[in-house]
């Protein structure tokens, strides 16, 4: 009996994604359709439903699409390891969420009592709603601790100048066609991927949650205008082909 086979405007439709999430997804290297028709079209197999599935499953957890394509083509411990590193990570957010949920409960009482409240109550709060979405309470305190170094400032400035710089190379990668793959291209995603570890302090899981930040919520957002949508898939592409291997 023959495979099923889904081209992919029918795989789109059949699982709720887009036609353009799929070509990305082609286009970093993380799902291809496998099988090549008699007419030259590329279509889906089975397996690369359930791959689909899979890649699904973990960037739900809100694993980094460069993450997920290592944890996938390496075998069965490294799929476990990283999902036990984002089963960590949620059960770091549900303690998060817990204790923004006491904030808020304190600040509510507050409210209903007819009194303003304090200014530690107010920024206790904003402290755990930052935490909730974005960062651990270690992270958030090694942050804490950066701030406080007396050349924090001129360093941040730093980071801005050298981040300016990088995005528009890549920018310039862009303009002129340049592929992710080619060795400038790589060049200049090692160079952000140093300034992200300088600005991480060294640490990974702190420069996993940046890049969750950013996923989450756009580039543009989550790095006041520095990065344009344009360059991030661009950068993540250049992850993709092979930076870092």
Known sequence: MDERLWKIGD???????????????????????TVRTPAGHRVYTGGDVRRLYRILALRQLGMPLAQIAESLDGGPE?????????????????????????RLTALLQAILRATEPSIDQLIEAMEALVQANDFTPEQLAQAKRRHLDPG??????????????????????????????DPAAQESARRWTALMRDMAGGDPAMMSSIY??????????ATRGVLTA?????????FAIGFGA
């Open 11 to 33: 795989l789109a439709a059949a699982t709720g994604l887009t036609v353009r999430a799929l070509h990305h997804f082609h286009r970093i290297g993380l799902l291809a359709p």
């Open 78 to 102: 490294d799929l476990g390891s990283a999902v036990r590193a984002q089963l960590a990570h949620v059960e770091r957010t549900i303690e998060a969420h817990r204790h923004l949920r006491v």
């Open 152 to 181: 924090f400032a001129d360093r941040f400035t730093e980071w801005l100048r050298q981040g300016a710089e990088v995005v528009a190379e890549l920018q310039r990668h862009i303009d002129d066609g340049t592929d992710p793959a």
């Open 212 to 221: 969750a930040r950013i996923d989450r919520k756009g580039p543009e957002a």
């Open 230 to 238: 344009q360059v991030w898939d661009y950068l993540q592409r250049a």
